[in-house]
Structure formats: C-alpha cells, structure tokens
C-alpha cells in the first residue's frame, strides 16, 4: 500500500513541477520572443502574433532541436529579411538562446514550491517529536537499547 502511495505521489509531483515550470515559461515567453524576433527585423505584429503561442510547443519543439521559427513565420516573411539575419533566426542556437530567461523563471518557482514542500515537510516530521518504539514483553531496558 505505501509503494502504491508512493507512486502516485511521484506522478503528482512531477505533474505539479511542470504544470509549475510552463506557468513560469507562459508568463516570461511572450515577451522574450516578441523582443527577441523584433530585434530581428521581423515586423511587430508577426512577432506578436508567434509570441502568443502556446509556450509548451516551442518549449518541446527546442528540447527535439527542431527551431519552429522558419515554418512560424512563414516564406515570404523570411524572405524579407536579410539572408543573415533569416539564418539566424532558423538557426540552431536563436530559439534555445531566447529559451533560456524564460525556462530559468519556470525553475525557480518550480523550484520555490519544492522548497516550501520541503519546509512544510520537515516542520511536520518535527512536530512528530521524538521516535518510539514499542518494547516486546519480557525484555529489560538493557536489552531494548542493545
């Protein structure tokens, strides 16, 4: 029965840590994406309209290695831009790079929620007070300590 408790309570957790983590991307992402494709040359609506994305595609698409900017933005917006900066926004390292202020926020409440999981815990395990055993009948104190 505890292993069984014990399972479910890893799912939880690991539910809890994620659904905390994309709450902290959700709330980093639009901006940084926005800034970052606009300081680009992209135009500010196009950037816009690709910041508001759901945050947990381009999260899994960036841990893939595939840059989903190329097909967001489309053919004829990269072809606007100048071929150096079209290659870099398709480039390995420009969604990553943008990725990391915002992944680094989503850890840190994740992060603070396991920390306060852990204060309560140990508070708790605290309040409990000291171990107790129970003495089988028959024995002296002796040999319960031995």
């Not at 945050?55 to 072809?79: C, D, E, K, Q």
């Not at 926004?89 to 852990?118: E, Q, V």
Request: glycine content about 10%; aromatic content about 8%; charged content about 5%.
């Amino acid at each position: 029965m505890n292993s069984t408790f014990m399972n479910s309570a890893q799912v939880f957790s690991l539910g809890i840590f994620f659904s905390l983590m994309i709450a902290g991307l959700a709330s980093a992402l639009p901006h940084t994406l926005s800034s970052g494709l606009t300081a680009q040359g992209v135009p500010a609506s196009t950037a816009q309209q690709i910041s508001h994305l759901p945050p947990i595609s381009i999260l899994f698409a960036s841990f893939l290695g595939y840059n989903p900017i190329g097909h967001l933005l489309g053919a004829s917006a990269l072809g606007h831009l100048p071929v150096a900066k079209a290659a870099e926004l398709t480039g390995r390292s420009f969604l990553p790079g943008l990725l990391t202020g915002p992944f680094r926020a989503g850890l840190h409440i994740a992060f603070a929620f396991s920390i306060g999981c852990c204060l309560i815990a140990a508070a708790a395990s605290w309040s409990r007070g000291a171990k107790f055993a129970a003495a089988e009948p028959g024995l002296t104190p002796k040999e319960i300590s031995d």
